[in-house]
């Protein structure tokens, strides 16, 4: 939970963060973009990594490439031991029960079809019902669109009000005998609100209903405890942490994950092969078919060590901040309108600009050196329920400063003068 949701009586415990000195670890923090000194204000999309992450993942391929679990020599058992090295610090990192509950995916995209095609496509029957949230992203749409379709299934959506924010009322009321599953986002990638997971696990749990949770972009602002959320399954993706990409992870629970088919078939996720039949390897292998992308495993592992340092109370109480400072400068442009208004938020700001289109605002920001995001962010139905094409997404990390606000609020002031 972000200090923005906390009791506003609470004395801040936490000590200052010092942006400066983490700043000057992330070197792409420091380029020029367009004659001026880049504002980079898009992690929503991709966060920019330290210098400890480019170097591990360099230090990998030139000091310890092999590949991982097919040799004895010393060099792969190097490579393996370092692979699963981080398959530990990441089930630390989301509290699991067991380390064979983290498998190693390319990112959250890759973890919910890894649910839906194995999980879904072997529960769901004609007539059975998938729940998800009128503010998913396409990610977490279109994977169940397609296991539906094929098994006859159907899709519920969970309302929101123009706040942005889910009708829990209206979440229960849609549970029933049918629903075979429940698919939500823990913080909506477009609007930045907050939803309570915990408590929508629970109300599914209570009948029998398992849940997966969107963690893409939850995991870089929030604490994470899988055991305590409880939910079933929590999808995560390494490059909007400060990790490389093409990684990422799913977190199953050990009996969910146990009782589901495989999802690709190749070397490594098998115990033995005969024409006539294969039996799988033991968890998580059964799950990382083929060889995994080692170095960004190892990177992944130094963005969790460099997050590990950090005082993430102040992590928190900084991003809560340039939140709520954002929104006061910006909601005081002429024609600025903010989208999505909940009352627990991470550090995203989606604006539209009136008689300008998004395109536009991103393109006259750019050359003033601010980099933010325009369109629909992979949530078309989030826009036509807000009755809009797109929308420009500012979104903070704990690396960016209020300076770089200010410097937003003037860039998107230049547009205002531009278009009158």
Same mark, same amino acid.
């Given at each position: 939970?972000?200090?923005?949701?906390?009791?506003?009586?609470?004395?801040?415990?936490?000590?200052?963060?010092?942006?400066?000195?983490?700043?000057?670890?992330?070197?792409?923090?420091?380029?020029?973009?367009? *004659?001026?000194?880049?504002?980079?204000?898009?992690?929503?999309?991709?966060?920019?990594?330290?210098?400890?992450?480019?170097?591990?993942?360099?230090?990998?391929?030139?000091?310890?490439?092999?590949?991982?679990?097919?040799?004895?020599?010393?060099?792969?058992?190097?490579?393996?031991?370092?692979?699963?090295?981080?398959?530990?610090?990441?089930?630390?990192?989301?509290?699991?029960?067991?380390?064979? &509950?983290?498998?190693?995916?390319?990112?959250?995209?890759?973890?919910?079809?890894?649910?839906?095609?194995?999980?879904?496509?072997?529960?769901?029957?004609?007539?059975?019902?998938?729940?998800?949230?009128?503010?998913?992203?396409?990610?977490?749409?279109?994977?169940?669109?397609?296991?539906?379709?094929?098994?006859?299934?159907?899709?519920?959506?969970?309302?929101?009000?123009?706040?942005? &924010?889910?009708?829990?009322?209206?979440?229960?009321?849609?549970?029933?005998?049918?629903?075979?599953?429940?698919?939500?986002?823990?913080?909506?990638?477009?609007?930045?609100?907050?939803?309570?997971?915990?408590?929508?696990?629970?109300?599914?749990?209570?009948?029998?209903?398992?849940?997966?949770?969107?963690?893409?972009?939850?995991?870089?602002?929030?604490?994470?405890?899988?055991?305590?959320?409880?939910?079933?399954?929590?999808?995560?993706? *390494?490059?909007?942490?400060?990790?490389?990409?093409?990684?990422?992870?799913?977190?199953?629970?050990?009996?969910?994950?146990?009782?589901?088919?495989?999802?690709?078939?190749?070397?490594?996720?098998?115990?033995?092969?005969?024409?006539?039949?294969?039996?799988?390897?033991?968890?998580?292998?059964?799950?990382?078919?083929?060889?995994?992308?080692?170095?960004?495993?190892?990177?992944? *592992?130094?963005?969790?060590?460099?997050?590990?340092?950090?005082?993430?109370?102040?992590?928190?109480?900084? &991003?809560?901040?340039?939140?709520?400072?954002?929104? &006061?400068?910006?909601?005081?442009?002429?024609?600025?309108?903010?989208?999505?208004?909940?009352?627990?938020?991470?550090?995203?700001?989606?604006?539209?600009?009136?008689?300008?289109?998004?395109?536009?605002?991103?393109?006259?920001?750019?050359?003033?050196?601010?980099?933010?995001?325009? *369109?629909?962010?992979?949530?078309?139905?989030?826009?036509?329920?807000?009755?809009?094409?797109?929308?420009?997404?500012?979104?903070?990390?704990?690396?960016?400063?209020?300076?770089?606000?200010?410097?937003?609020?003037?860039?998107?002031?230049?547009?205002?003068?531009?278009?009158?």
């Amino acid at each position: 939970m972000t200090a923005a949701s906390k009791p506003a009586s609470r004395a801040p415990v936490h000590p200052v963060l010092d942006v400066e000195r983490i700043r000057a670890d992330f070197p792409l923090l420091a380029l020029r973009v367009n *004659g001026r000194p880049l504002v980079y204000l898009d992690s929503a999309a991709t966060s920019q990594k330290p210098q400890q992450v480019i170097d591990a993942t360099a230090s990998y391929y030139a000091q310890a490439n092999a590949n991982v679990h097919r040799a004895v020599y010393s060099l792969s058992e190097r490579a393996t031991a370092a692979y699963e090295g981080v398959r530990g610090q990441v089930q630390r990192f989301l509290g699991a029960a067991d380390p064979r &509950e983290i498998v190693f995916v390319r990112g959250a995209t890759e973890a919910i079809n890894l649910v839906a095609h194995s999980f879904g496509r072997a529960r769901l029957r004609s007539g059975d019902e998938v729940v998800i949230s009128a503010m998913e992203h396409h990610s977490d749409i279109v994977p169940w669109q397609l296991v539906c379709e094929e098994r006859g299934a159907h899709l519920r959506v969970i309302p929101m009000n123009r706040d942005g &924010e889910l009708l829990l009322e209206e979440y229960a009321a849609l549970l029933n005998v049918r629903t075979k599953l429940v698919a939500v986002t823990h913080v909506s990638n477009s609007l930045g609100t907050i939803n309570p997971v915990k408590e929508m696990v629970a109300l599914a749990h209570a009948r029998g209903i398992p849940v997966l949770v969107d963690g893409a972009q939850a995991a870089p602002h929030l604490a994470v405890d899988v055991r305590d959320l409880d939910c079933d399954f929590y999808a995560v993706s *390494g490059h909007k942490m400060i990790g490389p990409t093409g990684i990422g992870v799913l977190y199953g629970k050990a009996e969910r994950l146990e009782g589901m088919p495989p999802y690709q078939g190749g070397g490594d996720m098998i115990r033995s092969v005969t024409f006539e039949k294969t039996t799988y390897a033991p968890l998580p292998a059964k799950f990382e078919a083929g060889t995994p992308n080692i170095a960004g495993v190892v990177g992944l *592992g130094a963005a969790l060590d460099y997050r590990a340092a950090m005082p993430w109370a102040a992590v928190e109480a900084h &991003e809560a901040d340039l939140l709520g400072y954002a929104t &006061e400068r910006l909601s005081a442009i002429p024609g600025l309108k903010i989208v999505g208004t909940a009352r627990h938020k991470v550090s995203v700001v989606s604006f539209v600009l009136e008689g300008v289109h998004a395109h536009d605002i991103g393109t006259i920001v750019d050359q003033q050196g601010v980099a933010i995001r325009s *369109g629909h962010h992979c949530t078309q139905p989030v826009m036509d329920f807000f009755g809009v094409p797109a929308t420009a997404r500012a979104s903070f990390a704990f690396y960016n400063t209020r300076r770089e606000v200010d410097a937003l609020a003037a860039a998107v002031m230049t547009v205002r003068e531009v278009f009158g």
